[in-house]
């Protein structure tokens, strides 16, 4: 057993194959003076940070990316479950309340989001889609929704859809700009179907940043089937082996990795001048900036400006509204496992093989305001037995494990309401490593999401069942990869804490770069819109500093 | 994981930090010398522990308080896995009947017929490693419900007794600590049919990742042929 468990050859030899990209960061950073007050500190190297780099650096700004994780790469990734948590996951304590199911279930560990060079970006799946046009404008199509807090994004569709074209050719997401759909793998084959059996019309393989075919300088996908444990091959696109070396390249980023943030500094006339974080060794260091752009996901950005309140700013930073950590949301999510006569080994290939797109669509005959995506999602056996069912155990819990090959799995995800009571506070009874308030995440499940549950996983299993399920298992909400909101974009200061550029109301040369400036969730999962934000944030910050108004 | 379990304790805790750190034992234990008299005759489902005669192995078992022994069937998928059909394993708080209570437990809790005792012995390995006296007290207290012995008891009885004290942090303890345990070594994932890493073998681009026949195939719009080169 010992001697066949970590086998750590070659891969064999394929064609279309390209060798895994050598992540060769830190051989050219440039290095900044802590004392050089022109430079822009991004905090955070994921989706928005990472990105929001690349494009400042390539438009010859001066960059310092703080990244509270280490470095890891396609070789130093680990294709074992609980391990490669251990490596990359976010695992700083929290704490949770509220009534969602996840405060019982993972009481410290409301988020499944990365500490590490790349941040989430090593994690997610690769599902790239855009926002539809009425999600921008919830408050508008559903008036007022009671509990709920909808409010307009302070942008469109049409604004954003050249930096989203932009956003899927830098990430190379398939059906997009010629790229090919990924091959569809065994789990796909069940959604398809039974989707198509049942009416269901936009049933494909998905719109994915991961190559299908060699593109960009990475291979294409080998079915590896881990892609939560950061892609071995290179082939799903994330900051930490695209953007990051490319901004290392052009000699104007200076990225420090094992650098926690702690806190944002300012000035007697308002604005930030600098941060502090705690380095590698634990020592704490100052860094000037002219600009600073928070990116450290939907937790950890509100906290920070919490963090930071000051004299000044007694509520914390940028929080004259009030909405600093309000509106958190983790989208309406739930997974369907079903149990089938003959062997489907979900695990084989690409997590997230395929979608269901019919639901996404707005339709209150539904009985719910917004829209879900259904999407294939497998497991190991690590973390099925984890996930499955939290705190479950007996007979009917063994009968799915004991038929693992005969499962396949599904991911429902959609639009979950904005509720100010859903927020970040800090907890100041528990204290991080550096003695700061640990951040809590209280969520109330809104009617709309519980409807909107409901809905998909009836949805879910009827497609399971038109493909020929035994039986199906409705799976609660894993701990959030979609974090959303908590520092909102809107239209005045009076209610949200950000413009239309992530630019803060309150303070002109503080930035949200990340999913925290979402308005609204949309039923898609974020992360191309995240970088379509940073790419539009980019030419803002340039343009402002071109003309001085920064 | 000094800086996790807390947030992962209803997980079933974090990766133990030992067997991350040492790869040979991470789903592996102690496996005696082959062909160990009676070794063959003995059926693991039952929890029967053979008398093996181990007198190498012995004196180093004596050190700990209690030892686990039992044999994987020769017919089973994990022969092939293993070195020998015989295994032991050594306890160093937990005396051998405690281990077997705490076995007994996770078969309770996770009854998989096809998984060897082997692996539930894992988790008595695991739970013997944090060992205290509130574990000792819930293994006694098991004894005490089941009338003398729980391993001894009837499966209904065994049920009983486990579904009383499902609130109870012992209750929780063994339960959480089984999902790790049981579910992540490499019996379990050949027992389940998981394989576990693919990177190593190529992945399964060209290994069956669209294999599945008993469907009808989606059009080659919905899943467009893989890209071999």
Request: aromatic share 8%; proline share 6%; net charge neutral.
């Amino acid at each position: 057993m010992a001697a066949g468990a970590h086998r750590r050859s070659q891969p064999a030899a394929l064609p279309g194959l390209i060798p895994p990209p050598q992540n060769n960061i830190g051989d050219t950073l440039a290095t900044f003076d802590f004392g050089d007050d022109s430079v822009v500190v991004i905090i955070g190297s994921g989706a928005g940070g990472g990105t929001l780099a690349n494009e400042l650096c390539q438009k010859g700004l001066k960059v310092v990316v703080l990244e509270a994780g280490g470095v890891q790469s396609p070789n130093s990734f680990i294709n074992d479950e609980w391990k490669s948590f251990s490596q990359l996951a976010w695992l700083d304590p929290l704490t949770t309340s509220g009534t969602w199911r996840l405060a019982k279930d993972f009481a410290g560990l409301p988020a499944w989001i990365c500490k590490t060079v790349g941040g989430t970006t090593t994690h997610w799946a690769g599902a790239s889609l855009r926002f539809q046009e009425h999600e921008f404008r919830t408050r508008t199509v559903d008036g007022e929704i009671a509990g709920a807090n909808l409010m307009d994004w302070p942008l469109t569709l049409k604004d954003l859809e050249p930096y989203d074209a932009r956003a899927e050719d830098k990430m190379g997401v398939t059906r997009t700009n010629g790229i090919p759909g990924l091959p569809g793998n065994n789990n796909f084959k069940v959604m398809y179907a039974g989707a198509t059996k049942l009416g269901y019309k936009e049933v494909h393989t998905g719109n994915m940043a991961i190559n299908s075919r060699p593109r960009d300088g990475r291979g294409r996908c080998m079915q590896l089937g881990f892609c939560f444990q950061g892609c071995k091959s290179g082939a799903k696109w994330s900051t930490l082996y695209t953007e990051l070396p490319r901004a290392e390249k052009t000699g104007n980023m200076d990225l420090r990795p094992q650098s926690h943030v702690v806190r944002i500094e300012h000035n007697d006339a308002g604005k930030v001048t600098g941060v502090v974080y705690m380095d590698k060794d634990g020592k704490e260091q100052r860094q000037k900036a002219r600009i600073v752009c928070v990116a450290g996901n939907s937790i950890e950005t509100p906290r920070l400006l919490l963090l930071s309140a000051s004299n000044m700013f007694k509520d914390g930073l940028a929080n004259s509204s009030g909405q600093v950590g309000r509106n958190y949301m983790r989208h309406m999510t739930g997974s369907v496992y079903a149990m089938f006569k003959q062997p489907v080994h979900m695990h084989r290939g690409t997590t997230m093989a395929g979608i269901v797109r019919d639901e996404a669509r707005h339709d209150t005959r539904r009985g719910f305001a917004g829209g879900y995506e259904l999407e294939t999602l497998s497991l190991g056996v690590p973390f099925m037995a984890a996930f499955l069912n939290p705190g479950a155990w007996g007979a009917e819990f063994a009968e799915y494990m004991d038929n693992y090959t005969r499962l396949a799995g599904m991911w429902l995800v959609g639009e979950d309401m904005p509720r100010e009571s859903n927020r970040v506070t800090l907890n100041t009874s528990v204290k991080d490593k550096y003695g700061n308030p640990v951040p809590n995440v209280h969520f109330d499940d809104h009617p709309n999401d519980v409807a909107m549950r409901e809905h998909a996983f009836r949805q879910g299993q009827a497609i399971d069942e038109a493909a020929g399920a035994i039986k199906s298992f409705r799976t609660p909400p894993y701990p959030s990869t979609h974090n959303l909101g908590a520092c909102r974009m809107g239209a005045n200061a009076r209610d949200s804490v950000c413009n239309s550029w992530g630019q803060t109301h309150d303070i002109g040369n503080l930035f949200i770069s990340d999913g925290s400036q979402f308005t609204t969730g949309g039923a898609e999962n974020p992360t191309l819109t995240i970088v379509t934000l940073a790419i539009r944030q980019a030419e803002y910050i340039a343009s402002q500093m071109t003309a001085r108004a920064i | 994981m000094e800086h996790c379990p807390a947030a992962l304790a209803h997980i079933g805790g974090a990766p133990d930090k030992t067997r991350n750190d040492q790869e040979t034992t991470t789903r592996v234990i102690p496996i005696a010398p082959k062909a160990q008299p009676g070794a063959d005759a003995c059926n693991d489902e039952d929890g029967r522990v053979p008398k093996l005669d181990l007198p190498l192995a012995r004196r180093e078992f004596l050190k700990g308080s209690g030892v686990l022994m039992g044999t994987i069937a020769t017919g089973s998928v994990l022969a092939a896995l293993a070195p020998s059909p015989a295994w032991a394993l050594e306890l160093k708080t937990l005396s051998t009947a405690e281990g077997k209570t705490l076995m007994a437990m996770g078969r309770v809790l996770y009854p998989h017929k096809k998984l060897p005792d082997a692996v539930y012995a894992l988790l008595a390995k695991d739970l013997d490693a944090k060992a205290d006296a509130a574990l000792k007290a819930g293994i006694a207290g098991l004894d005490q419900a089941a009338g003398g012995s729980f391993v001894k008891a009837s499966a209904a009885k065994k049920l009983q007794v486990v579904k009383a004290i499902e609130d109870t942090p012992f209750f929780n303890t063994v339960r959480g600590q089984c999902i790790t345990s049981l579910y992540d070594n490499d019996m379990a994932y050949a027992v389940f049919g998981y394989p576990g890493s693919a990177w190593e073998k190529g992945g399964y681009i060209t290994r069956g990742f669209q294999d599945l026949k008993w469907l009808p195939a989606p059009t080659a719009e919905a899943s467009p042929p893989p890209f071999l080169g």
